[in-house]
């Protein structure tokens, strides 16, 4: 038996380049196409991270709905937070390094905002997930880093490859640290009329 849900009248367009999330939306059993947003990705002072999370990604889809606009638009944008300090993506194995080493032994939060667009209607939120980490030596971090795995990953690491062995805990949404919490997302469809019986793929 074939379901038909929302994706037998709506063309979804996943606003982000992240292998990740892309492998998320695909194990739902969803199609849809992927446009990474043009955008300049600004950090400002004084702001909570939630909130920068969130607003970053009202700006990813909404700059992908401008060009497609008769689909529903999906963007996102995660963050790793220590103290106060919001760890990006590293730009050299240095500072994947510096990263991994304040990270090690302590409990950070990683932040997503998520954001969905369709037709006139838009919705978005935060979600936080508190991970904590082992203590790590400098040989152990550097032969994590040897991997490749920290490239183009908020906080240094990917929870669900080789760095799953950093992790002593986590609490929240597991989605949630690889970059797309399915939960908050599956909330927000709904607010903007997509029910849940409606958000399964297709499938046999």
Same mark, same amino acid.
């Given at each position: 038996?074939?379901?038909?849900?929302?994706? %037998? !009248?709506?063309?979804?367009?996943?606003?982000? @380049? #992240?292998?990740? =999330?892309?492998?998320?939306?695909?194990?739902?059993?969803?199609?849809?196409?992927?446009?990474?947003?043009?955008?300049?990705?600004?950090?400002?002072?004084? =702001?909570?991270? $939630?909130?920068?999370?969130?607003?970053?990604?009202?700006?990813?889809?909404?700059?992908?709905?401008? $060009?497609?606009?008769?689909?529903? /638009?999906?963007?996102?944008?995660?963050?790793?937070?220590?103290? $106060?300090?919001?760890?990006?993506?590293?730009?050299?194995?240095? *500072?994947?390094?510096?990263?991994?080493?304040? &990270?090690?032994?302590?409990?950070?939060? /990683?932040?997503?905002?998520? @954001?969905?667009?369709?037709?006139?209607? %838009?919705? %978005?939120?935060?979600?936080?997930?508190? /991970?904590?980490?082992?203590?790590?030596?400098?040989?152990?971090?550097? @032969? !994590?880093?040897?991997?490749?795995?920290?490239?183009?990953?908020?906080?240094? !690491?990917?929870?669900?490859?080789?760095? +799953?062995? &950093?992790?002593? +805990?986590?609490?929240?949404?597991?989605?949630? /640290?690889?970059?797309?919490?399915?939960?908050?997302? #599956?909330?927000?469809?709904?607010?903007?009329?997509?029910?849940?019986? *409606?958000?399964?793929?297709?499938?046999?």
């Amino acid at each position: 038996m074939i379901r038909k849900g929302f994706l %037998s !009248y709506c063309d979804v367009v996943l606003a982000s @380049a #992240s292998p990740r =999330r892309e492998a998320l939306l695909r194990d739902l059993g969803w199609s849809f196409r992927v446009v990474p947003p043009v955008l300049e990705e600004r950090i400002l002072e004084g =702001r909570a991270p $939630s909130g920068q999370a969130r607003r970053l990604a009202e700006q990813k889809a909404g700059s992908v709905f401008s $060009s497609h606009g008769d689909s529903l /638009v999906i963007a996102a944008d995660t963050m790793v937070v220590l103290g $106060s300090v919001i760890l990006g993506k590293p730009g050299s194995r240095d *500072e994947a390094f510096d990263m991994l080493t304040l &990270l090690s032994g302590k409990t950070h939060s /990683v932040i997503t905002g998520v @954001a969905v667009m369709w037709r006139d209607r %838009s919705a %978005s939120a935060s979600e936080e997930t508190l /991970v904590s980490f082992r203590e790590l030596s400098k040989t152990q971090i550097r @032969a !994590y880093l040897a991997g490749g795995e920290s490239r183009d990953k908020a906080g240094a !690491y990917a929870i669900q490859g080789w760095g +799953s062995l &950093l992790v002593s +805990s986590i609490r929240g949404c597991y989605f949630n /640290v690889v970059g797309l919490p399915l939960f908050r997302l #599956s909330r927000l469809l709904e607010g903007v009329g997509i029910p849940l019986e *409606e958000q399964w793929g297709e499938r046999e």
